[in-house]
């Protein structure tokens, strides 16, 4: 199956800063590549997805970029606030394949903390 | 995400115990998900439903069972549990229906099990 894995595990900024986090895949097939952030005693909510047909996709300060050759992709968060502090998942999906359509891969999670 | 709810939300239990999770959702998905969150792991699948009629297993489904009583409900069972078992436990859905985004899951608040 697919394996995902994110680095890093924990990152802290100082409020205005960026923050980058990256995630690697391994099954070419993977082509839906979404991010989710949960915040502290809530489940994970979607802030942002990219398909495999799309190198960059931007939502106001956050961005995500996607490498199909490399098997990367990446999350960008621009002029940090401390309500960006959560942890941050990302994940990987082989939408096109049989039973397995919509099953997400995710990796660990990272905390960012944003201080102020 | 308030359409879909998970009960109980905080639950101690003894080794050897039966233990029901439940899930429902008002979004009228018809997939729905059970996820498992430990620290430093990120989500692992337990078992994941397409429809009533179909259930699947996911990464980690041993010691576990699932039913799927309606397209609204989905429940997870550990039939005896073990103190390896204490983490988050998280539902999700997302919706194949066609013209819809079939990959975005919406997840559930999380039950946080402790098996003493």
């Known amino acids: 199956g697919e394996n995902v894995e994110q680095h890093p595990s924990t990152l802290s900024v100082q409020e205005g800063d960026s923050a980058v986090i990256k995630c690697t895949y391994s099954?070419?097939?993977?082509?839906?590549f979404p991010w989710y952030k949960q915040e502290l005693g809530k489940g994970p909510q979607l802030i942002i997805d990219i398909r495999s047909n799309v190198g960059e996709k931007k939502d106001q300060r956050i961005a995500v970029t996607l490498n199909k050759t490399a098997k990367h992709f990446s999350l960008h968060i621009t002029e940090t606030q401390p309500e960006d502090s959560a942890v941050y998942f990302c994940a990987a999906s082989p939408v096109d394949r049989g039973s397995t359509l919509g099953r997400l891969y995710f990796g660990r999670g990272t905390q960012l903390t944003v201080w102020p | 995400d308030a359409d879909v709810t998970q009960t109980p939300r905080n639950r101690i239990t003894k080794t050897g115990k039966r233990i029901m999770l439940e899930c429902s959702q008002t979004k009228g998905h018809d997939r729905m998900y059970w996820y498992r969150q430990d620290p430093g792991l990120g989500l692992r699948l337990i078992y994941y439903?397409?429809?009533?009629?179909?259930?699947n297993k996911g990464e980690i489904s041993d010691g576990y069972s699932v039913s799927r009583q309606a397209q609204a409900k989905f429940s997870l069972s550990l039939e005896s549990a073990i103190p390896n078992q204490t983490a988050l436990y998280f539902c999700?859905?997302?919706?194949?229906?066609?013209?819809?985004?079939?990959?975005?899951?919406?997840f559930g608040p999380g039950t946080r099990l402790t098996v003493l």
């Open positions: 439903s397409f429809d009533v009629k179909d259930i």
């Open positions: 099954d070419s097939a993977s082509n839906y």
């Open positions: 999700a859905t997302s919706d194949l229906r066609q013209g819809a985004n079939t990959d975005t899951q919406y």
